[in-house]
């Protein structure tokens, strides 16, 4: 569902906070969230902080989440 961010979205998630939903599972500690209202991507880092999406966390959670992979695939062959 595309969300289409507009200035009333983000002047209502000021004053409310932002709605996070979860859209991606990187591994057991790292989420990627996205507020259903503006759009606006939020991640966790390896220390646990919620920090704003930007590129170099969108690195980051491609490796995290290729490893993720690589660990099922191994528990589930084992
Ligand atoms: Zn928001």
Known sequence: MPIKP???NFL????????MEISHV?????NEMCCKKCGKEMTNN????TVPM????????ESLSQL???KRLRQKAA
């Open 68 to 70: 993720a992979r690589r």
């Open 46 to 49: 390896i220390y646990g902080d």
């Open 26 to 30: 990187v591994n057991d500690r790292i």
């Open 6 to 8: 507009t200035f009333l």
């Open 12 to 19: 209502t998630c000021f004053i409310k906070g932002h709605q």
């Open 54 to 61: 930007n590129d170099y966390y969108l690195r980051i959670n």
